[in-house]
């Protein structure tokens, strides 16, 4: 999980080059946590920058367990 506002770097500039370096077939669970506005076009530039998911604050943390859990297993 990932804010996009982060000091020294961008949630999005992290989630490129994590998918950038990360090994053939492990791909890792990237969530974005923001705020930022308004949600629909922040959700596609995390989308674009390689996240799996986009939530914005405050987050249901009951979906975001959910989506976790499933990614992890499945």
Do not use: N, W
């Not at 020294?8 to 791909?27: D, L, M, N, W």
């Amino acid at each position: 999980m990932l804010d996009i506002d982060m000091p020294g770097a961008s949630g999005y500039e992290v989630a490129q080059r994590v998918r950038r370096t990360e090994p053939s077939g492990k791909r890792m669970l990237l969530v974005a946590i923001t705020g930022e506005m308004p949600p629909h076009e922040v959700a596609a530039k995390c989308y674009s920058a390689g996240f799996d998911l986009h939530v914005a604050k405050p987050a249901d943390v009951k979906a975001l367990a959910e989506f976790v859990i499933l990614g992890i297993t499945s």
